[in-house]
Nanobody, 119 residues
């Protein structure tokens, strides 16, 4: 069983910073990417940033230059450093781990951590 444990959300004023962490544990093999999605009230879940096992990074246009994703492969942990936060960044942030193993592509999700940015 795979578990993703997120931490680091909270309330911050506009212009502030937060760092999210997500640690994956359990029987997890063949990680191809780790990333973060967010979902604001009334909106669909969308990609914020992800990083492949080879280290390639992908960011949503709205966070480029403000957010940085990184990972510790040895610990199966992914981080999201969020700077210059704005009220529109307010959302529940979900950790995602994608694996490809035994010919199967699987997506695992954390339970989410709330980020609230006040103006």
């Amino acid at each position: 069983q795979v578990q993703l444990v997120e931490s680091g959300g909270g309330l911050v004023q506009a212009g502030g910073s937060l760092r999210l962490s997500c640690a994956a544990s359990g029987s997890i093999f063949g990680i191809s990417s780790m990333g973060w999605y967010h979902q604001a009230p009334g909106k669909q879940r969308e990609l914020v940033a992800d990083i492949t096992s080879g280290g390639s990074k992908n960011y949503a246009d709205s966070v480029k230059g403000r957010f940085t994703i990184s990972r510790d492969g040895a610990k199966n942990t992914v981080y999201l450093q969020m700077n210059s936060l704005q009220p529109e960044d307010t959302a529940v942030y979900y950790c995602n781990v994608r694996t490809f193993w035994g010919g199967r592509l699987m997506d695992y999700w954390g339970k989410g951590t709330l980020v609230t940015v006040s103006s």
